[in-house]
């Protein structure tokens, strides 16, 4: 995947999708297999915002079932097993457990999880099941839940890299002749009358502009949807309801991925294995701040430390690495707590609405659903444009497909001289394409050298994601385009290396790499900001 924004100057597209996040890039390559001319845009990067700053889940949302979205959890349960198919490197199944404590829970928990695999009958993953207290504290030895009666335990799946699963649809989109930009911002709708017939364009990385023109133009730009609806109606315009989460990244307090529930408002929260550390999260309150500098403050992680302490009393401010917050784009329909917004998309046909033809807004969904949700979209672009062609995307492989077995591992380790963590480290962040990875390694040995003393990544990596996957920035390679940024360390001690490696490449002169250090360093700041704000938490006793 070559970046070319000269590529678009002068070019009439079929489709231009506004917003590189899971959705944008799922309708982009969703519209590509039809046979649409699409072009993809983001600001910053594919994966940058909401997308990156998930749970890391792939699941039906056993939540919803109390607010009884059963439509909701339905179509994320097919969605999830086609992931299992489609692309089975990334997403893999995860069994969580829910720890019982009052006598009520029981039968509370029995009937959601029937529902739960009711909704799920066409499933392939394991069904429901109880253990009693003594089961379940050999499962989890250092969990202390006062009156702790047993658990149940359900499947649903984790994707531990949400950001490849964007990339990789941006990259399949390429495949299929789509032409894919980051770093490319919208600055402007043009218009003819009512009807939309394309944007503005700025490259961020050049300065230079171009107006390419289109048939039709979807805004799947998630928390900055309201800016995009502005710039087509001429005057501000407000349509999303933003609500922040945020997760820490602490070390590894349990061995199974925990349902629980807060002891203050009883909302549902996750503690999850990644990697070698948990991810705690989430929290849920309005947001109305910078849109573009996102952080944990010191009362986002009070609360949930709080709650995790309340089960895992030895845990510590000291045993957080680094926090991370995202926003959710919801539909803004009044006056509910942020928890109990419909997580379920919208589609917003503005010229049903409001008069101005060629211009569809898509707000709200989840990562699960992000096929679905972009299949309905182009679905609806396509009845436009008389373009008959039928959705493929629930049978075609992602690009990275398929996973990468144990045997091939091995050897594949042996021939690149290299360890065998290593080699199916890469094979879990690529799946097949990871033998493009090692071919680069085993051409130049400079390409085996480790990255960071705490992730598994190698140089060649770099040289794969400037080369094949539009790597623009450090922070596209630390954070997006392999797991270095997301350690304990968060990438800082690879920021150098990776900066002169990128450099070389890209042709960055001393003054460039500089500010793309430090630019990364204030970005990976923001992870360390709740620091200043915490308060210091009290023994439990």
Not at 80 to 102: G, N, Q, W
Not at 224 to 239: F, H, I, N, S, V
Not at 255 to 269: I, K, Q
Request: hydrophobic residues 40%; aromatic residues 8%; positive net charge.
């Amino acid at each position: 995947m070559k970046r070319d924004f000269n590529s678009i100057k002068g070019k009439v597209f079929d489709l231009v999708v506004v917003g590189g996040g899971i959705i944008g890039c799922g309708i982009a390559r969703d519209a590509s297999l039809r046979g649409l001319k699409t072009l993809l845009l983001d600001k910053e990067d594919f994966a940058y915002g909401t997308t990156s700053r998930s749970s890391r889940l792939i699941h039906g949302g056993l939540r919803y079932l109390r607010q009884f979205e059963f439509g909701l959890v339905r179509q994320d349960m097919r969605e999830r097993e086609v992931l299992l198919k489609i692309a089975p490197h990334l997403v893999h199944p995860l069994p969580f457990l829910i720890p019982l404590a009052r006598p009520a829970d029981r039968f509370i928990m029995a009937a959601g999880t029937l529902l739960y695999d009711v909704l799920s009958f066409d499933k392939t993953l394991p069904s429901r099941k109880y253990f009693s207290r003594q089961e379940t504290l050999r499962m989890e030895p250092d969990l202390r839940m006062e009156g702790l009666r047993g658990s149940y335990r359900y499947y649903d799946c984790q994707v531990p890299f949400a950001e490849r699963l964007c990339l990789e649809n941006a990259l399949a989109a390429a495949e299929n002749g789509a032409t894919v930009l980051n770093h490319a911002r919208v600055t402007g709708i043009l218009k003819e009358g009512t009807t939309v017939t394309g944007v503005q364009v700025e490259d961020v990385i050049s300065g230079q502009t171009c107006r390419p023109t289109s048939r039709m133009v979807v805004n799947a730009a998630g928390h900055w949807m309201d800016a995009l609806c502005g710039m087509a109606y001429g005057q501000p315009k407000r349509l999303v309801r933003r609500t922040k989460g945020i997760h820490l990244l602490t070390r590894r307090i349990s061995n199974n991925a925990l349902v629980l529930f807060a002891g203050t408002d009883g909302r549902l929260w996750f503690v999850i294995p990644w990697q070698n550390y948990s991810l705690i999260g989430t929290t849920d309150t309005d947001y109305h701040d910078d849109l573009d500098s996102i952080y944990a403050n010191g009362a986002d992680v009070d609360y949930l430390l709080a709650e995790a302490r309340r089960l895992f009393p030895a845990l510590k401010v000291e045993d957080i690495f680094y926090t991370y917050a995202g926003l959710r784009s919801l539909a803004d329909t009044g006056g509910e707590r942020p928890s109990n917004i419909t997580r379920a998309h919208k589609l917003l046909d503005h010229e049903k609405m409001d008069g101005i033809k060629g211009f569809i807004s898509v707000l709200g969904g989840k990562i699960t659903g992000y096929r679905a949700i972009a299949e309905e979209v182009v679905d609806v672009v396509c009845r436009r444009l008389g373009n008959a062609a039928p959705c493929r995307t629930a049978s075609i492989p992602l690009p990275g497909a398929p996973a990468v077995g144990k045997e091939l591992v091995e050897q594949s380790a042996k021939d690149a001289g290299l360890s065998v963590e290593t080699v199916a480290y890469l094979a879990g962040l690529y799946g097949s394409a990871s033998a493009h990875v090692l071919g680069l390694a085993q051409k130049d040995k400079k390409g085996k050298q480790p990255l960071c003393p705490h992730s598994r990544d190698i140089l060649a990596q770099v040289w794969h994601a400037v080369n094949e996957e539009s790597a623009l920035t450090v922070s596209d390679f630390l954070l997006r385009r392999s797991a270095c940024g997301l350690n304990q360390c968060q990438g800082l001690d690879a920021v150098e290396t990776v900066a002169t490696e990128m450099g070389s490449l890209l042709g960055w002169s001393a003054e460039e790499r500089q500010r793309q250090i430090a630019e990364y360093r204030n970005a990976a700041a923001l992870g360390q900001h709740f620091r200043m704000e915490a308060s210091p938490v009290q023994p439990v006793s």
